[in-house]
C-alpha cells in the first residue's frame, strides 16, 4: 500500500537533511503509528507521501503507483485513495463556510456522483455531530467537534487510507477514547502522526520510529513498546512513562 525508499528531502543545502534516506513499507491493512520527537521528520515524511513536497532522492508509492508533487489532474488517484486530517485540525475548517460545505468539499474537487447533501449526513453521523447542524459555521461548535467535522471531512469520499497528523494531541482523555473508538472502528487503514508512544499501542497496528530523519525502529506495537531497541524509541518510551499521573 506505502513503499518508501532511500527517500532524501533537503530543505537547506549544508544542514542536516529532514528524511535521511526513510525506508518505510506498510502493507494494505495495517495501521501505523508514525512517532518520533519533534523535527524528526515526520510531517515532512507525510507532505512527501502526500506529493505535497519532492524528494531529492529515493522513491515513493502508493497503491503501487508512484507519488511526485503534480497538477491537481495527475494527483486526483491520490486525493480520491486518501483522506488527510491536518495537524490543528478544527481550524483548518473555513470560517466562512457552513460546516456541511467544508465536509462535501472533497466530493465536488473529485467530481464524484451521489447525492452530496445525503453523504454529508452520514459522515456528520458517523463522527457523531449532529447532522442536522451541518448549516452552522465553525465557531458554532466546540474545539472537540471541529476536530470530528474535520475527520468527516477526511472520509466523506471514503478513502482507503486515512492520514491524520497529530489528531489526538490536543485532545482530553474522553475525546482521545472517542476518538480512537472512531478511528479504530472506521476499516480504513490509518496512518497517524504522533509524539505519544502510548497513543501507538493503543492503535495496536505497527509502530515506526523516526529520528532525524530515519526510520530506527518499526514493527508491532506491542513488540516495540515491550522491549524497544532504538534509543530513540527507549526515550519516547521513558518520557511517557514520566508523566505526572
Ligand atoms: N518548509 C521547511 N523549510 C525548512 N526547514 C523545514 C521545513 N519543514 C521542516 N523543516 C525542518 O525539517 C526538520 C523536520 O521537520 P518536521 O516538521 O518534518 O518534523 P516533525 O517530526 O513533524 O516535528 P513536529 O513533531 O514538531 O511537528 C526540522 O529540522 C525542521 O526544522
Known amino acids: 500500500m506505502i513503499e518508501v525508499h532511500g527517500v532524501v528531502r533537503r530543505y537547506r543545502r549544508h544542514g542536516a537533511p529532514a ?20 523535527g524528526a521528520g515526520k510531517s515532512t515524511l507525510l507532505r512527501v507521501l502526500l506529493g505535497l513536497e519532492p524528494a531529492d532522492a529515493g522513491t515513493v508509492r502508493v497503491l503501487g503507483r508512484p507519488v511526485a508533487p503534480g497538477s491537481a489532474r495527475s494527483l486526483r488517484w491520490l486525493r480520491a485513495a486518501v483522506g488527510v486530517v491536518a495537524q490543528d485540525a478544527g481550524s483548518s475548517l473555513d470560517p466562512r463556510w457552513p460546516v456541511g460545505r467544508s465536509v462535501a468539499e472533497p466530493l465536488r474537487l473529485l467530481d464524484l456522483p451521489g447525492d452530496p447533501a445525503a453523504r454529508v449526513r452520514e459522515v456528520l453521523t458517523a463522527v457523531d455531530v449532529d447532522p442536522g447542524a451541518a448549516d452552522r459555521r465553525p465557531a458554532a461548535f466546540s474545539g472537540g467537534q471541529r476536530q470530528r467535522i474535520a475527520l468527516a471531512r ?21 475525546l482521545r477514547g472517542h476518538l480512537l473508538a472512531l478511528l479504530t472502528g472506521l476499516g480504513t487503514q490509518l496512518l497517524l502522526v504522533t509524539h505519544d508512544l502510548a497513543l501507538a499501542g493503543a492503535l495496536a497496528g505497527d509502530v515506526a520510529v523516526l529520528a532525524a530523519g530515519r526510520v530506527v525502529e518499526h514493527g ?3 513488540d516495540v513498546l515491550r522491549a524497544p531497541v532504538a534509543a530513540e524509541t527507549r526515550l519516547l518510551r521513558d518520557a511517557v512513562l514520566r508523566l505526572p499521573a
Not at 24 to 30: F, I, K, S, T, V
Not at 160 to 166: I, K, P, S, W
Request: charged content about 20%; hydrophobic content about 50%.
Open 220 to 222: 508491532p506495537a506491542v
Open 19 to 38: 528524511l535521511d534516506g526513510v525506508d518505510l513499507e506498510l502493507p494494505a491493512g495495517r495501521d501505523l503509528a508514525l512517532v518520533g520527537s519533534s
Open 154 to 174: 477526511a472520509l466523506v469520499h471514503r478513502p482507503t487510507l486515512l492520514v491524520a497528523d497529530e489528531l489526538l494531541s490536543g485532545a482530553d482523555a474522553v
